[in-house]
């Protein structure tokens, strides 16, 4: 399995607070990405990185920024959490981007009440 | 805009038979990949079968097969044998400029 732990695993909390969630990677690769999962629409691009400090916009961006700091660390923020982002979250990393497949983390649940 | 669609929500097999899942796409590039991703009740994303837009040859990896047919934008998995291990959701992806697109997805339920 690829090495890529998201913390944490399962969150609840209000409406209008922020929110970081946290992917940590070991394989050293050049792209990671955030999805949310939600019933009826599979898996949606929030944001993307190629690189240390190098991120760009996905299908779903509104609410949401990123940083990477760190080749392994990629973190999203939902800097006034809403209830319309209560998803699954996954991260993914691929070696190269392009023409790889990529190799997803476990999921984070995040409930906003 | 790159689209996948995936027709069937929901779709059922006899142990040990076969069963075929659509999935068509629309995309205006010349140059991308298409995936089959399996997800159990366990949540984890697991890749099934992966295919090269520029190869005509249909991937295959043990009991999992496609049929691309790239003029028709067409891109379905066939699972022989089927086992109680493949329930589970399947989701189609095309692979463009560094981006995965996603189906709908389709709830594969296996029958004993």
């Known amino acids: 399995d690829a090495g890529i732990t998201q913390s944490p695993r399962h969150k609840v909390t209000e409406t209008g607070t922020p929110v970081t969630l946290r992917c940590h990677q070991t394989e050293n690769h050049r792209y990671m990405y955030w999805y949310r999962q939600d019933p009826g629409h599979g898996l949606r691009l929030i944001h993307y990185s190629y690189g240390v400090k190098d991120t760009d916009k996905g299908e779903v961006s509104d609410g949401y920024s990123v940083s990477r700091s760190k080749t392994e660390d990629f973190l999203l923020t939902l800097e006034s959490a809403t209830s319309s982002q209560t998803s699954v979250y996954f991260c993914?990393?691929?070696?190269?981007?392009?023409?790889?497949?990529?190799?997803f983390g476990d999921g984070t649940r995040l409930s906003i009440l | 805009a790159q689209t996948v669609t995936q027709s069937q929500p929901e779709m059922s097999v006899q142990e040990a038979e076969t069963v075929t899942l659509s999935c068509t796409y629309d995309t205006s590039e010349s140059d991308y990949y298409l995936f089959w991703y399996k997800q159990p009740p366990s949540r984890q994303m697991i890749l099934v079968i992966r295919q090269e837009a520029y190869k005509q040859q249909n991937a295959t990896e043990n009991r999992f097969s496609v049929n691309f047919q790239k003029a028709a934008k067409s891109f379905s998995l066939k699972i022989s044998d089927s086992q109680l291990g493949d329930a589970a959701m399947y989701f189609c992806?095309?692979?463009?400029?560094?981006?995965?697109?996603f189906g709908a997805g389709t709830i594969l339920r296996v029958k004993s």
């Open positions: 992806a095309l692979e463009y400029g560094n981006k995965l697109v």
């Open positions: 993914a990393i691929s070696l190269q981007g392009s023409n790889q497949p990529q190799h």
